[in-house]
């Protein structure tokens, strides 16, 4: 079973940047597919981005051009780069990885979640 643990949340100014961290640690094989996710407050759950093993990149529309995703060589840690960032993009950022833990089981594991609060 795969642990993520997030960092690089925090305070910043509109039209500022900050670069989130995901490191995955103890059993990482298997693991095919990272996704950023985002709660505002008081809203729904959204994706982000997302990033295959191939590192096909997908980003929403809503960041479109200022936020992008990547993964070390390893593969066991993976960021997202947010730039130009708005009041909107306050959030409570999550980190979720799925794991193929055998042939016929896939595992979805999620971080704790790390602040990111934008202000004017």
């Known amino acids: 079973q795969v642990q993520l643990v997030e960092s690089g949340g925090g305070l910043v100014q509109a039209g500022g940047s900050l670069r989130l961290s995901c490191t995955a640690s103890g059993s990482i094989t298997g693991i095919y597919n990272f996704d950023w996710y985002r709660r505002a407050p008081g809203g729904a759950r959204e994706l982000v981005a997302t990033?295959?093993?191939?590192?096909?990149?997908s980003v929403a529309d809503s960041v479109q051009g200022r936020f992008t995703m990547s993964r070390d060589n390893a593969g066991n840690t993976v960021y997202l780069q947010m730039n130009s960032l708005k009041p909107g993009d306050t959030a409570v950022y999550y980190c979720?990885?799925?794991?193929?833990?055998?042939?016929?089981?896939?595992?979805?594991?999620w971080g704790q979640g790390t602040q990111v609060t934008v202000s004017t």
């Open positions: 979720h990885a799925d794991q193929r833990a055998s042939p016929t089981q896939i595992l979805s594991q």
């Open positions: 990033m295959g093993d191939g590192a096909d990149l």
